[in-house]
């Protein structure tokens, strides 16, 4: 099983950066893919990102594709976020699990292991 914990949010003005982390427990942590998730209030969730567990492939949801970078350091046991250039619109609640999709995949039912969600809020 793996644990998840989520950190890095914060309140920042439209333009500006935050580094979300995702922490992972568990020896099996770097045979699994990892997704990003977020959701504001009144929303569904939604996906926002995902790397292999290789890290070589990563997939981005077109509303954050260029602004967004999603990483991992295996030997760390963690996988990151970087959100640049954010937007007002990008205001949520991120979350990371755990992929269980052999592919790429961005349906919210092939992922388990959800994290407690990190907030980040963005001001115009």
């Known amino acids: 099983q793996v644990q998840l914990v989520e950190s890095g949010g914060g309140s920042v003005q439209a333009g500006g950066s935050l580094r979300l982390s995702c922490a992972a427990s568990g020896r099996t942590f770097s045979n699994y893919a990892i997704g990003w998730f977020r959701q504001a209030p009144g929303k569904e969730r939604e996906f926002v990102a995902r790397?292999?567990?290789?890290?070589?492939?990563?997939d981005y949801a077109d509303s954050v594709k260029g602004r967004f970078t999603v990483s991992r350091d295996n030997a760390k046991n963690m996988v990151y976020l970087q959100l640049n250039s954010l937007k007002p619109e990008d205001t949520a609640v991120y979350y990371c699990a755990r992929s269980l999709a052999g592919g790429p995949n961005r349906a919210i039912k092939t992922y388990d292991s959800w994290g407690q969600g990190t907030q980040v809020t963005v001001s115009s």
């Open positions: 790397i292999s567990w290789v890290g070589s492939i990563t």
